[in-house]
């Protein structure tokens, strides 16, 4: 426990109970080191001491968004994956950008590395199949990997999980993200729901494409309206005006699937497909 008084107090007021305060905060990294050492020895068998990830670790998505696959004092060894897409159609490589840090935005983070994938079959946005996996060992080397699982493609890089931060820049960062939280967690608001309305557009494109000539040209005037709409409030920083537009969108193109079902109210055409996460790298700039 640290020995300044007032946190102390704050320490008390929150728990309702006084800090432990046996352990000497000067000795208590010197302790640690003895412990582990005795059990390393086969001296110590009833404790067992786990290191954490100090900062999360994740990579950039679409926006220049900060998703995070490991979380903040998440006990190592671990590991984890997740399925991503890409942005635009007959994307042939995708560049992923490490980062470590608490910031929901991807530019307030700490770079740890990047590396591309490349040799994606062209296909439309959203289908390819892209697993991106964090591996953190025992000794804190982070291995990160991108693999097409269409093609088994893969391409990884190895980082240490610290990124070689001193204990008083994680502090830093960790007091920087929790002043602006609120700030960024309204730009990423508004990122995401204009993530979330260009991909619906795409949707919708596609769909009026497809079936364009077998809906009355009112319908398709209407779809085409509401697309514009939406597009013009994706240009602004309006939220709701944003989820209203998308709204309409989607309820416009929903004709398409009554009139296919000759008026009988069937489904839906517009919105997010399923899968995948949609539409979370951009493409690469060659």
Do not use: W
Not at 80 to 88: I, L, P, W
Not at 108 to 134: C, H, S, W, Y
Not at 208 to 228: C, F, G, M, Q
């Amino acid at each position: 426990m640290t020995r300044v008084p007032k946190v102390q107090d704050v320490v008390s007021e929150i728990f309702g109970k006084s800090p432990c305060k046996g352990v000497n905060p000067d000795e208590a990294v010197a302790m640690g080191a003895a412990i582990q050492g005795g059990i390393l020895r086969g001296d110590v068998k009833e404790l067992l001491l786990l290191d954490v990830t100090p900062l999360s670790l994740g990579i950039e998505t679409l926006g220049g968004i900060f998703t995070r696959l490991i979380n903040r004092n998440t006990t190592i060894p671990t590991k984890k994956s997740q399925v991503f897409s890409t942005a635009a159609d007959n994307q042939t490589q995708v560049g992923i950008k490490v980062l470590q840090g608490e910031r929901e935005m991807a530019s307030d983070n700490k770079m740890l590395g990047e590396f591309e994938l490349v040799g994606i079959p062209p296909a439309p946005r959203g289908m390819p199949q892209i697993e991106v996996t964090f591996d953190i060992d025992a000794n804190g080397l982070v291995t990160v990997s991108a693999k097409d699982k269409a093609t088994g493609k893969e391409q990884q890089i190895t980082i240490r999980s610290s990124g070689g931060l001193s204990e008083d820049e994680i502090d830093k960062m960790v007091k920087e993200a929790e002043m602006h939280a609120q700030r960024d967690q309204e730009r990423k608001a508004l990122i995401d729901i204009r993530n979330s309305a260009d991909t619906t557009i795409y949707s919708i494109e596609k769909s009026l494409n497809e079936y364009r000539d077998k809906v009355p040209k009112e319908v398709a005037t209407e779809i085409e309206t509401a697309v514009s709409d939406l597009r013009t409030a994706m240009g602004g920083d309006n939220i709701d005006e944003i989820k209203s537009k998308l709204d309409v969108a989607n309820k416009a193109v929903s004709k398409i699937g009554q009139h296919m079902a000759g008026g009988a109210g069937g489904g839906s055409e517009g919105g997010s497909q399923g899968g995948a996460t949609e539409a979370e790298y951009e493409e690469v700039k060659k």
